[in-house]
T-cell receptor
Framework: SQTIHQWPATLVQPVGSPLSLECTVE??????LYWYRQAAGRGLQLLFY??????ISSEVPQNLSASRPQDRQFILSSKKLLLSDSGFYLC????????FGPGTRLTVT | SQKIEQNSEALNIQEGKTATLTCNYT??????LQWYRQDPGRGPVFLLL?????KEKRKERLKVTFDTTLKQSLFHITASQPADSATYLC???????????FGIGTKLQVIP
């Protein structure tokens, strides 16, 4: 069966520090991969999606970037975090319906 | 502009009754629409997918309808239980088959 991993589960980072969140999927090949952010009391905001290695579509201009170095690995990065980057970050894979990872709670202080 | 509207106010319902949640959309022509459940601090969990050529789909106590003329989907939970309490999100594909946009969700509280 398919499994999606995300780490870390929680993260507290100071403003201006870098960020790297990793997501890996097991049990499937060539999945569509997604990064979402959910701010407190808000809906899911699509940040990036990828339909293959090296193929990244960005949905919202911001100081975040994404990379897909391997088929089942999706990385979300930032060079300098802002306070507004705080939120719940979710990775998902899709074959139509979407399957989400456990999420990373990021607090920028 | 494109919008997905769900009743952002919480829906309180007595145990055993049928809960009905609404998802309306504008300026989309989705090939499919999906419903998810989200518990606090967790990622959404997929429940049902309905395609544009389907009017209704059922899974156990869940039923989804999809009216592409009204641009509306209804999500029903029959014989609701306190364990059904959660936030329910609708989602539809937009800008191609791969991209999915979510509504803000409706919080359902089933009262014993």
């Amino acid at each position: 069966s398919q499994t999606i991993h995300q780490w870390p589960a929680t993260l507290v980072q100071p403003v201006g520090s870098p960020l790297s969140l990793e997501c890996t999927v097991e049990g499937t090949s060539n999945p569509n991969l997604y990064w979402y952010r959910q701010a407190a009391g808000r809906g899911l905001q699509l940040l990036f999606y990828s339909v293959g290695i090296g193929q990244i579509s960005s949905e919202v201009p911001q100081n975040l970037s994404a990379s897909r170095p391997q088929d089942r690995q999706f990385i979300l990065s930032s060079k300098k975090l802002l306070l507004s980057d705080s939120g719940f970050y979710l990775c998902a894979w899709s074959v139509g319906e979407q399957y989400f990872g456990p999420g990373t709670r990021l607090t920028v202080t | 502009s494109q919008k997905i509207e769900q009743n952002s106010e919480a829906l309180n319902i007595q145990e055993g009754k049928t809960a009905t949640l609404t998802c309306n959309y504008t300026n989309y022509s989705p090939a499919y629409l999906q419903w998810y459940r989200q518990d606090p601090g967790r990622g959404p969990v997929f429940l049902l997918l309905i395609r544009e050529n389907e009017k209704e789909k059922r899974k156990e106590r869940l039923k989804v309808t999809f009216d592409t003329t009204l641009k509306q989907s209804l999500f029903h939970i029959t014989a609701s239980q306190p364990a059904d309490s959660a936030t329910y999100l609708c989602a539809l594909n937009s800008g191609g088959y791969q991209k999915v946009t979510f509504g803000i969700g409706t919080k359902l509280q089933v009262i014993p």
